[in-house]
């Protein structure tokens, strides 16, 4: 069964930094575009950043834009690099993944991040 894991949550104070893991098991890696998607409290839930299977450069929200940075690595673990850190940052962060010859769609329980003083 495919299992996805998020952890590096926590709190932080403005300006600083996190680095999100997503650790996933029971599906080809390979295969799957990976992305990081946040929610905040009484806010839709967003697009944050992805990168695709051949890990070519990572697309990004206009929001997190240079400073957030999504990363794989060869086997089953994907990231997301998360500096100056604001208090808007603050939300449920969950990792996804998309595609696979069935075009599945799977997503972590979430990891918390709050940004403050």
């Known amino acids: 069964q495919v299992r996805i894991l998020e952890s590096g949550g926590g709190l932080v104070q403005p300006g600083g930094s996190l680095r999100l893991s997503c650790h996933t098991s029971?599906?080809?890696?390979?295969?799957?575009?990976m992305g990081w998607f946040r929610q905040a409290p009484g806010k839709e839930r967003q697009f944050v950043a992805s990168?695709?299977?051949?890990?070519?450069?990572g697309t990004y929200s206009d929001s997190v834009k240079g400073r957030f940075t999504i990363s794989r690595d060869n086997f089953n673990m994907a990231y997301l690099q998360m500096n100056n850190l604001a208090p808007e940052d603050t939300a449920v962060y969950y990792c996804?993944?998309?595609?696979?010859?069935?075009?599945?769609?799977?997503w972590g329980q979430g990891t918390q991040v709050i940004v403050s003083s």
């Open positions: 029971g599906l080809k890696f390979a295969a799957f575009t």
């Open positions: 996804n993944a998309y595609g696979g010859e069935s075009r599945g769609d799977y």
């Open positions: 990168i695709d299977s051949m890990a070519r450069g």
